[in-house]
């Protein structure tokens, strides 16, 4: 079995990840815990509500309850991106060329790297950001479908409607598909092939027996991850209509354990599946083999993050038990 380094924190982490090399786990008191050397804390936030790894540059961007978005780096040094006293801000967004985008209430801000922002409202709540793989355009879940605009043209934006409260929001690897969470428990489909509005290509993705709060794209797009089940539920997206018609598959299935955080490896079809009561598995999707990588541990696993060369994972949990997995030991 794989060797873990566990890591005991005070109270519900809500995000662990590398930066670099650094393994970093965020707590929802503001805390930024670096394993470097030993563990040292950056006080970031009084009260953290969301907190992003930006691929591009390794860093973390975080928005808190005291109204800050921040740039967090590897080293622990921060960057105020945004001040908005009195607004808790629960949704960030890295994007391309050192933009990020925070929202609260109706209305989503984008942030260029040259520090000029961009304002975009909607008429409901925004609840997800996401910025598409190409292009500097955003996607805006809300109740009632998503919102596409382009940041840098005046263009009009493009709504893709469907019923109900929409949570959260990603664009595919490919930029051909959207895909929002839902407050029922189901995600929800759009493909981008030209047809909007009421001719949009729809995409329903039901029969989970609890929300889903956690996705992954397999790294070439080919797969989309999702929790809320007692297995990991895996859509395939590699065929023009994604999956559209298709049953999923589902992985690492424990009867009536449910599956809490999946993480697809950086380079290879093997997902990390994490469970309410704390395991984790790896499994290949090409045959389904399974591997422990951690046996149960005291609370939910609440994120996982994979560092660059895809042998360490660091894992993080609802109690604070959290910790390193060194795949190749």
Not at 163 to 179: C, E, I, L, W, Y
Request: hydrophobic residues 40%; contains cysteine; aromatic residues 8%.
């Amino acid at each position: 079995m794989p060797s873990v380094a566990p890591l005991d924190l005070e109270g519900h982490v809500v995000t662990a990840a590398f930066l670099g090399d650094t393994p970093v786990f965020a707590t929802a008191a503001g805390r930024i815990h670096r394993l470097d050397g030993a563990d040292k804390v950056t006080e970031a936030h009084q009260g953290l509500l969301s907190c992003v790894k930006d691929a591009s540059n390794q860093t973390l961007v975080t928005g808190g309850e005291d109204g800050k978005v921040l740039r967090i780096a590897a080293d622990g040094s921060v960057t105020e991106l945004a001040d908005v006293p009195r607004k808790w801000i629960s949704v960030v967004a890295p994007g391309p060329q050192g933009a990020i985008a925070y929202a609260y209430g109706k209305t989503a801000f984008v942030r260029l790297a040259d520090g000029s922002v961009k304002e975009f409202t909607e008429e409901r709540t925004i609840e997800g950001i996401d910025f598409a793989p190409k292009g500097m355009r955003i996607a805006l879940a809300r109740y009632n479908g998503v919102t596409l605009h382009w940041v840098g043209t005046a263009g009009a934006p493009i709504d893709l409607d469907w019923k109900g409260a929409h949570t959260g929001v990603t664009f595919s690897p490919d930029g051909r598909f959207v895909v929002t969470t839902m407050q029922e428990n189901a995600l929800h489909g759009w493909k981008l092939d030209g047809k909007n509005g009421p001719d949009a290509r729809h995409m329903r993705m039901t029969g989970y027996p609890a929300k889903v709060k956690s996705y992954s794209w397999s790294p070439k797009g080919k797969w989309l991850a999702s929790s809320g089940a007692p297995a990991a539920i895996v859509w395939p997206f590699a065929s023009k209509d994604g999956p559209m018609g298709k049953a999923p598959l589902e992985l690492g299935t424990r009867s009536n354990i449910m599956v809490t955080q999946v993480s697809f490896h950086p380079a290879e079809d093997v997902l990390a599946i994490g469970f309410i009561d704390g395991m984790i598995l790896a499994v290949r999707i090409a045959d389904g083999k399974e591997a422990l990588l951690r046996r149960p541990g005291k609370g939910a696993i609440t994120s996982m993050g994979w560092n660059r060369d895809g042998k360490l994972l660091a894992y993080a949990s609802e109690a604070g038990d959290c910790g390193v997995i060194d795949i190749a030991a």
